[in-house]
């Protein structure tokens, strides 16, 4: 046991020093490496370098999985980087690599691999290796990268040989051979043509979107010529239904609504002229390639209203936006590219907005692309202009013009604006005023109304008197006692101005000797008016007392200003008392604040209380003796507040010196109720006038001072007041407000105020009634901004500019990096529109196939890429891109191609034969048929019971009872004759589905809608048979059947049966279906047949 356990012990030692020795060994050829390597040596990339990278670097960075978009076994990827640092291995420059940083990083969260370090000897054999210049030999990649630009979409378009088949009698047109050839490849037929009364159903459905009239049927049924079928089909392309078919389908691709989407979805009031220039281009069949030109520049082509192409995405209000500057860059990034995306995916078939953050990850599109790209509307901004250039010149000169006018007339006027008083004015009492005065022999007395207090709803009205008294001094020969003499049981004769007389007002009643509302006078004119007692004798008076109500029940109508005169005759009226008018309440449009000439560099706004909140300003001007508004910060003005409200861009100081007008060019206090601007000028100046307002353009009236002063900065530097609202109307209603204007003023400047006022007012009218220009949601265009490629997408971090160019894949010069907006997009248009760009062509004619069958020759319509579906008759496709071209770009001419082939005219009819080997007839053995769009089935439903309003173009008629906004969208259930023009003229709401017809498959505007689904779903069929639309056009549709074929059920049957379908009932369903109107009434077999397939599918 003894030597058996010091055996045990001794293999142990002997085994341990073994692997020491092994250590040692490897160690030691290690250092002589490094030592190697350090002294010289070349590294060489496959001894040396790759295994290094096969041990450390490919799980994360190799075929399967490419952490930060860098991968590391092939040449190309790995001297191109990741998304993070551009190149990752510079030759020749071991420490400006960023993969030699990262393997040498001596932080352990920074370094890779993260789970364990590289050892000094690899790390000194990547060092090395750069430091020689990185020679990675061509050739000894393990695997090989797919070229990604060797893809069938981006090779140039050449028209293939049409196939010539052996007998051949069934080909209409080239469309057919190259169909037959496939078909026969596969070793199936074609289907027998369909019934000439199908496929007229068909081509006029799919071509207008409205079902055949009976008397087209008949019109089609009687021709028996060989080109009966190319009548209709010109018939249809000419119709301006064609175009309100078509557009809907480019409309679902852009993602055109009325709103502008997200959470608040406000509407978009202005995009329909978009909708309607898509409607007129098709109808007018616009080549294609005009088209597209159209949409990218036609603000330089006079269709002002295409370029709403370029805006129909969903958009963030500005008030959606954080006002933080990261926050508007990532929106602003967020616009262009909706923009990138939908030119990309929309003309292209290309999903170029997946390399906004990386390299597209399956085609040959990487992040340069993308950016050099978005260059090119780098100058567009969402926005409205003006539809018509003529009517907004026309517009611009009238007003103009009146505004000319105008400023003459408001010159004239601030000549007689009263002058700022800083005194405090008498006030009036309602219930009693006396006025007393040295005795005065007189026997006329007159009481001159000038202004009256402002009703707090009705604002400046007729003023009111109550009982007028004129006390003698000392009695009448009948006593020695004061008395009244100005009563009519006196002898004393009133008359007035003018009488505003009802039961309880008349002149009589001033000097009746009773008191009250009740027994008053009221003028006949708003503020103003006079009264005149002539006594029977001459008297001695020293006191007369008035009052507006005496029992104390009203205070409205009460005179603020006015003159006492008396005297023995009516030429020789002596001045007893006077009240001088206030000045105009406060306005939240206009503010005059007129005074005395003085000189000053500085002047001080302060607040003292507002009508509500904060209180806000709109422009401030400061007017020197010559007419010039001093206070603009182009002549130098500056301005400082009392604090800011940190709300928006809308409200900041320095808009109130910027010389534009409007809420959103305001400044808003930080303090509710107060506050103070003051604006330094750039040198001092000679100033008389402060016109100020809440709100110039009058679209709010809260946050409005209400008490303010006006104080100027003197040379020794005290501050001196020169106005206030001390001398005002208390604020009240906010109507009549001109009428009070001219408070204030002299008696004898009143008249020539008033004329002024009068042409001004006018004048006004004339202005705001000028037809103002219609609006589009189309854009607008500005000087470009910088562009530059983000690294990951993120604002924040930008790496170099960009000049706008096209996809290098597909080759085309770049532009100068400072080129202007319209040279951007004319060059961008120019390059999508040649002749020789091979997918523009493609992608249009594919979109028009399956539009026509329901699925496209390539079945992705918007990503003709990698990741998109081959086609299934890739010779079709290019002859018809090639024919597309050929004939000028002409949408019609492929129209006729189509439905004029024999493919497009077989019947639907199911071969199970064929079905078991093409069940989705993609070969197209059969045509397939397909379930009406939405718009389609609504607009026939109109068509067929009489209803349908054909009212073109225009604003569009309400499928709700909102039009945005965060109300909620309650859906309209009963329409009137606006609401049943066609679907397309709907304003539609992004992300709101029509109640009715929404469940079957209708886009809500958020994504690009290339095919819509086909889904079949128990909501839509209680939809269609159970709305309150379809019960109103099911009576509808009786009570038309009932005027065309009489009170005979069975006559009403055949009748329903043609106009709705087209045809005739068979004697089965004519039987079942007369029994069944006569049980239960035409309605509920029209309702019946609005659910029926054959009704809502292409047959």
Not at 91 to 114: H, I, K, R, T, Y
Not at 275 to 286: G, P, S, T
Not at 382 to 392: C, H
Not at 783 to 799: I, M, S, V, Y
Request: charged share 25%; aromatic share 8%; with cysteine.
């Amino acid at each position: 046991p003894c030597s058996s356990h010091w055996l045990i012990v001794a293999q142990i030692y002997y085994y341990q020093w073994m692997r020491i020795c092994s250590r040692l060994t490897i160690a030691g050829l290690t250092l002589a490496h490094v030592v190697a390597i350090c002294h010289g040596a070349d590294v060489d990339f496959v001894r040396d370098v790759r295994p290094i990278l096969q041990q450390q670097c490919y799980s994360c960075h190799g075929a399967d999985k490419q952490k930060s978009g860098l991968r590391l076994d092939v040449k190309a990827t790995a001297f191109a980087g990741g998304e993070a640092y551009g190149a990752s291995i510079v030759a020749g420059q071991p420490d400006e690599s960023p993969l030699l940083q990262f393997v040498a990083d001596p932080d352990a969260d920074l370094q890779m691999p993260p789970e364990q370090r590289l050892s000094e000897a690899e790390i000194a054999t990547l060092r090395a290796w750069i430091e020689q210049g990185a020679n990675w030999p061509d050739g000894v990649d393990l695997v090989q990268l797919e070229d990604r630009a060797d893809h069938w979409s981006l090779k140039p378009v050449v028209e293939p040989s049409v196939p010539r088949l052996p007998e051949d009698g069934w080909s209409h047109n080239e469309i057919d051979q190259f169909i037959l050839a496939r078909l026969r490849a596969e070793g199936l037929r074609p289907n027998p043509p369909a019934e000439r009364v199908a496929w007229l159903r068909r081509v006029t459905l799919d071509l207008t979107g409205l079902p055949p009239t009976p008397q087209e049927l008949a019109d089609y049924v009687a021709d028996t010529s060989p080109r009966a079928r190319h009548k209709v089909v010109l018939r249809l392309l000419a119709s301006p239904h064609y175009g309100e078919r078509w557009a809907q389908h480019w409309l679902d691709v852009v993602r055109y609504a009325d709103t502008h989407g997200f959470e608040v979805n406000t509407p978009r009031p202005n995009a329909w002229p978009y909708r309607d220039y898509v409607i007129d281009a098709l109808n007018r069949d616009l080549p294609y390639d005009e088209f597209i030109r159209d949409q990218l520049v036609g603000d330089q082509r006079e269709q002002q209203a295409a370029t709403g192409f370029l805006v129909t995405a969903a958009a963030l209000l500005p008030g959606q936006i954080g006002q933080d500057e990261e926050s508007k860059r990532l929106a602003r990034q967020d616009e262009l590219s909706e923009v990138v995306a939908n030119v990309g995916q929309t003309i292209l078939g290309l999903s170029i907005g997946c390399a906004r953050c990386h390299d597209h990850k399956f085609d040959a599109i990487t992040s340069r692309d993308y950016y050099a790209l978005q260059a090119y509307f780098a100058g567009l901004q969402y926005g409205e202009r003006p539809l018509d250039a003529g009517q907004l010149r026309q517009y611009a000169r009238s007003k103009e013009r009146i505004e000319g006018e105008l400023l003459a007339l408001d010159k004239q006027l601030t000549s007689l604006e009263p002058l700022a008083s800083l005194t405090p004015l008498r006030e009036t009492s309602p219930l009693s005023n006396e006025e007393v005065f040295e005795p005065l022999k007189a026997r006329f007395v007159k009481f001159t109304i000038h202004d009256a207090n402002l009703h707090p709803t009705l604002g400046l009205i007729e003023p009111c008197l109550d009982e007028f008294e004129i006390h003698t001094t000392t009695g009448t020969e009948t006593g020695a006692e004061p008395q009244n003499v100005a009563l009519a049981s006196y002898g004393t004769k009133v008359t007035a101005s003018g009488s505003r007389e009802s039961g309880s007002h008349q002149l009589a009643f001033v000097n009746d000797g009773q008191y009250g509302n009740s027994r008053s006078w009221m003028s006949s004119e708003a503020g103003q008016g006079w009264v005149l007692f002539e006594l029977p004798q001459l008297e001695e008076i020293d006191t007369v007392v008035w009052s507006r109500d005496r029992n104390g029940q009203f205070t409205d109508r009460l005179p603020i200003a006015f003159t006492l005169e008396a005297g023995p005759a009516l030429d020789s009226l002596t001045q007893l008392a006077h009240v001088p008018s206030r000045r105009a309440a406060v306005s939240a449009t206009r503010n005059v604040d007129r005074f005395q000439p003085v000189k000053t560099q500085r002047v001080r706004f302060t607040i003292e209380s507002t009508n509500s909140l904060e209180p806000c300003l709109d422009e401030f001007e400061v007017f020197d003796l010559q007419g010039t508004n001093v206070a603009l910060a182009s002549a130098g003005a500056t301005i400082t507040t009392s604090g800011d409200a940190p709300v928006s861009d809308r409200h900041k100081r320095e808009h109130l010196i910027d010389g534009r007008y409007g809420n959103d060019r305001s400044w808003m206090s930080d303090t509710v109720g107060s506050g103070w601007v003051e604006i330094t000028f750039a040198t001092p100046r000679q100033i008389d006038r402060i016109i100020w307002g809440r709100d110039r353009n009058g679209k709010f009236d809260d946050r409005l001072p209400l008490t303010y002063s006006i104080a100027v900065e003197t040379s020794s530097g005290e501050w001196m007041q020169v106005a206030s609202s001390i001398d005002r109307h208390p604020f009240g209603s906010k109507r009549d407000a001109s009428r009070n204007s001219l408070a204030g003023l002299p008696v004898e400047e009143l008249a020539q105020a008033r004329e002024l006022l009068a042409t001004r007012q006018e004048l006004q009218s004339r202005l705001d009634n000028l037809p103002t220009p219609q609006m589009v949601f189309a854009g607008t265009f500005t000087a470009p901004e910088p562009t530059h490629l983000l690294l990951r997408g993120d604002p924040e971090q930008p790496r170099e500019q960009l000049a706008p160019a096209p996809l290098a894949v597909l080759g085309g010069d770049p532009l100068d990096i400072d080129s202007p907006d319209i040279e951007r997009r004319q060059a961008l248009a120019n390059w999508i529109t040649s002749p020789q760009h091979p997918l523009t062509a493609r992608v249009m004619v594919n979109r028009i196939w399956q539009w026509h069958f329901g699925v496209g020759l390539v079945e992705t319509a918007n990503d003709f890429g990698r990741s998109g579906t081959r086609p299934t008759h890739p010779e079709l496709l290019d002859w018809l891109a090639s024919e597309f071209v050929e004939s000028g770009w002409s949408i019609k001419h492929l129209h006729r191609l189509i439905v004029l082939s024999a493919t497009y005219g077989q019947s639907s009819a199911i071969n199970p034969a064929a079905q078991a080997v093409d069940a989705d007839a993609r070969l197209l053995w059969r045509f397939p048929s397909h379930r009406l769009e939405a718009e389609a089935i609504r607009d026939s439903m109109l068509a067929v019971s009489g209803r349908l309003n054909l009212k073109a173009g225009g604003s569009g008629f309400d499928l709700f009872k909102s039009r945005g906004g965060l109300s909620g969208f309650p859906p309209i259930e009963s329409f009137g004759e606006e609401g049943r023009r066609r679907m397309i003229y709907a304003h539609k709401i992004r992300m709101e589905r029509e109640v009715v017809f929404g469940a079957f498959d209708c886009p809500d505007a958020g994504q690009s809608a290339a095919r819509r689904r086909q889904s079949t779903t128990p909501i839509q069929a209680l939809n269609l048979f159970n709305s309150t639309f379809t019960w109103e056009e099911s009576d509808a549709f009786a009570k038309r059947i009932t005027n065309e074929a009489g009170e005979a059920a069975s006559a009403q049957v055949r009748q329903a049966f043609l106009v709705c379908l087209g045809r005739e009932p068979t004697s089965e369903e004519l039987r079942e279906a007369t029994a069944l109107v006569e049980l239960h009434g035409l309605p509920i077999l029209c309702r019946a047949l609005f659910n029926t397939n054959e009704f809502l599918f292409l047959p």
